[in-house]
């Protein structure tokens, strides 16, 4: 069974540019989740998707916004980038809510912001 | 405000003997708790989970033991082999699980030595 994949491996950004990252949840998953680990920090919760709808975001400003597409793949946009966003991004999915509350991750994104 | 806990960031035990990861929380809404080990340049991987119905789960080597009314869980790894060098994270979430993804406490570096 494939796992949770995430493109690209690493993104070199300068401040004030747009970032992409993709993730493509494991055959099955319908719920994407989003995390942000800086550095010397924890995982911290940016975005939930399932079913195609955002369902809640954590503490973090809107220009982290995101979507989940009809095959649950998701993609995660970084506007405006600031130097404190770089960081490893974290994609991970999960069965249908209620399922299970295992979060399954992918290998992640750095994101290097200059 | 950090709801989980791990106190020790690093932890260093000799291959063969038993490795004990604790983790503390404050929320009393989580219901269910995760481990989860991270390699460098690499995702979390899942390790055992916990339900609050329960005060231990084993699989394997691994064993999370749960006290509710002291807001502790520990996981212990027995014996330690050099694989299980890696950072070791424990995570929570509240029954119905899902909208604000899983707490991570900030991780404990686990160092086996030969």
């Known amino acids: 069974e494939a796992g949770v994949t995430q493109s690209p491996t690493h993104l070199i950004k300068t401040r004030g540019q747009q970032a992409t990252l993709r993730c493509s949840p494991i055959?099955?998953?319908?719920?994407v989740y989003w995390y942000q680990q800086a550095l010397g920090l924890g995982l911290q919760f940016l975005l939930w998707?399932?079913?195609?709808?955002?369902?809640n975001r954590g503490n973090f400003p809107p220009r982290f916004s995101g979507r989940q597409f009809p095959n649950y793949s998701s993609e995660l946009n970084v506007n405006a980038l600031e130097l404190e966003d770089s960081a490893l991004y974290l994609c991970?999915?999960?069965?249908?809510?209620?399922?299970?509350?295992?979060?399954?991750f992918g290998p992640g994104t750095r994101l290097t912001v200059t | 405000d950090q709801q989980v806990k791990q106190n020790s960031p690093s932890l260093s035990v000799q291959e063969g003997r038993i490795s004990i990861l604790n983790c503390d929380y404050t929320?009393?809404?989580?219901?269910?708790f995760l481990w989860y080990k991270k390699y460098p340049a690499e995702g979390p991987t899942f390790l055992i989970s916990?339900?609050?119905?329960?005060d231990k789960n084993e699989d394997g080597r691994f064993t999370v033991f749960l006290n509710k009314s002291a807001k502790h869980l520990s996981l212990h790894i027995v014996p330690s082999q050099p694989g299980d060098s890696a950072v070791y994270f424990c995570?929570?979430?509240?029954?119905?699980?899902?909208?604000?993804?899983?707490?991570f406490g900030k991780g404990t570096h686990l160092i086996i030595q030969p």
């Open positions: 916990i339900s609050s119905i329960k």
């Open positions: 998707y399932d079913e195609g709808e955002e369902r």
């Open positions: 991970a999915s999960s069965p249908p809510h209620g399922l299970s509350y295992e979060q399954y």
């Open positions: 995570a929570a979430i509240p029954s119905g699980g899902g909208a604000d993804g899983l707490t």
């Open positions: 929320n009393s809404m989580f219901d269910y």
């Open positions: 055959s099955g998953h319908t719920s």
